[in-house]
């Protein structure tokens, strides 16, 4: 099951806030854990703003609150959120982020040792 919401409120022509939230939760179901539900809450936020010509950038950061206990030792993480992006036409744009990427290391990381 999945719940989110997304917003974000103008300051100027050239900059915005944005906000939004996830909800996630995963009944996890495996043969050397017993199955209970994890609970994933995401809170992130940033600044978007616009400089030269087309150019716009956001700065901003995913706050995570989880349950899960296996392989953990704390329950709140603080990844970062980057993002640039240019409009090469009208149905073109060019972009670069840096943004949960950390989150799907860790993932990947912890099924590994799951595996293994």
């Not at 990844?79 to 860790?106: F, G, H, M, Q, T």
Request: some cysteine; overall charge positive; hydrophobic content about 40%.
């Amino acid at each position: 099951m999945a719940l989110g919401f997304k917003g974000d409120y103008e300051i100027s022509k050239s900059g915005k806030i944005l906000i939004g939230s996830d909800y996630y939760l995963i009944a996890r179901k495996d043969e050397q854990v017993e199955a209970k539900p994890r609970h994933i809450f995401k809170v992130n936020g940033g600044y978007e703003f616009s400089i030269l010509d087309d150019l716009t950038l956001m700065i901003g950061a995913n706050v995570v609150l989880e349950n899960d206990t296996i392989g953990k030792d704390k329950s709140l993480h603080v990844y970062p959120d980057l993002r640039a992006s240019y409009p090469l036409n009208k149905s073109i744009e060019v972009y670069a982020s840096l943004r949960e990427i950390l989150i799907k290391y860790r993932c990947i990381r912890w099924l590994g040792k799951m595996r293994g």
